[in-house]
């Protein structure tokens, strides 16, 4: 049931662009993005729902394909800051349920 | 606005122990989870609060783990007797009231928890 993110590192150059991919193997409601640093609380990014609907940062975008169970994030011109572990939570069809189940993270290290 | 706070923010105990972990959730919230994360592995969800009922407590390992959030305010999760395997960063996220679509939660800085 947990979703899979790839890939689980990534390295780039000051300047240079990320994707993130995060699929899962049952119907999605929702997948929210969230970016950790190193002891540090989760930072919400964005929310992609069922229906095209988002929500969030106007400079991270982000797609979910719904068929395919999909969603990946686009990090364009990465900063310094973007450095971070990036999660996928996905949320499932299930009334009341809400929690996030997360996929495993990836590490993303920006070099200047 | 304040946001989700934690207390404490580091604890070490030994094997066989009592930990409680205090979370404040943003004023208003009415969701309240529990997650947890171990080493180098995914956050794992443990439970969840709407005010001070237990919506869904699928995710607590084992009953040494006790949740509790009386008066559907802060919340503390009980670790009785403590085991090696619970350490990690406990990490506590608030919602406002389910609006019918997805809900942004956010995440209080983590409980990191190191159990000897």
């Known amino acids: 049931q947990q979703p899979v993110q790839s890939p689980q590192a990534v390295i780039l150059r000051e300047g240079e662009d990320a994707v993130i991919n995060c699929s899962s193997s049952k119907a999605l409601y929702s997948v929210h993005w969230y970016r950790q640093k190193h002891g540090e609380a989760p930072v919400f990014l964005m929310i992609?729902?069922?229906?095209?609907e988002q929500k969030g940062h106007e400079k991270i975008s982000a797609s979910f394909n719904e068929k395919k169970q999909q969603s990946s994030l686009y990090l364009t011109a990465s900063q310094l800051s973007y450095s971070g572990t990036y999660f996928c939570?996905?949320?499932?069809?299930?009334?009341?349920?809400?929690?996030?189940?997360f996929g495993q993270g990836t590490r993303l290290t920006i070099n200047p | 606005e304040a946001g989700v706070t934690q207390f404490p923010s580091h604890s070490v105990i030994e094997k066989g122990q009592t930990v409680t972990l205090r979370c404040d959730p943003i004023?208003?919230?009415?969701?309240l989870y529990w997650y947890r994360r171990v080493m180098g592995k995914e956050i794992k969800f443990l439970l969840h609060?709407?005010?001070?009922?237990?919506?869904?407590e699928s995710g607590m390992p084992n009953n040494r783990f006790l949740a509790e959030r009386t008066g559907g305010t802060y919340s503390t999760l009980k670790v009785q007797p403590a085991e090696l395997e619970d350490s990690g960063v406990y990490f506590c996220?608030?919602?406002?009231?389910?609006?019918?679509?997805?809900?942004?939660?956010?995440f209080g800085p983590g409980t990191r928890l190191t159990v000897l």
């Open positions: 939570g996905t949320e499932y069809p299930v009334v009341g349920a809400q929690k996030l189940v």
């Open positions: 004023s208003g919230h009415d969701n």
């Open positions: 996220a608030s919602s406002p009231r389910w609006s019918g679509r997805g809900n942004e939660q956010f």
């Open positions: 609060f709407v005010k001070e009922s237990k919506q869904d």
């Open positions: 992609l729902l069922k229906g095209g």
